[in-house]
């Protein structure tokens, strides 16, 4: 929330996501394919997929919640994250590290 109004903006939730799956993608070994098509891990194949991501995932949230003006309250992003968005975008569930198995 840049301008601390309590609400976030269609791009702040795009920043969010983005920066979920960079981290995400950056840490997996098996990053092969793209909605199904055999994928490289050269950088321009790698971004094309956080961004493909990115945008499929945030249109999820705003097609669900439909808020006006494009601003939501995190609130609100997190009430239908736990209504049924996991079964959206359940990879967000890994920002928690707790729930990573470390060896």
């Known amino acids: 929330d840049q301008d601390n109004d309590s609400l976030v903006t269609k791009q702040e939730i795009i920043f969010f996501v983005q920066s979920a799956l960079v981290i995400l993608i950056g840490v997996s070994s098996s990053f092969t394919h793209l909605d199904g098509t055999?994928?490289?891990?050269?950088?321009?194949?790698?971004?094309?997929?956080?961004?493909?991501?990115?945008?499929?995932?945030?249109?999820?949230?705003?097609?669900?919640?439909?808020?006006?003006?494009?601003?939501?309250?995190?609130?609100?992003?997190?009430?239908?994250y736990t209504k049924g968005g996991y079964q959206s975008i359940p990879w967000l569930e890994l920002l928690d590290l707790r729930k990573w198995v470390l060896t």
Do not use: M, Y
């Open 38 to 80: 055999p994928t490289g891990t050269d950088a321009a194949s790698v971004a094309r997929a956080i961004n493909a991501g990115t945008e499929w995932a945030t249109s999820q949230v705003f097609d669900a919640l439909k808020p006006r003006d494009d601003k939501l309250c995190f609130d609100d992003f997190a009430d239908w």
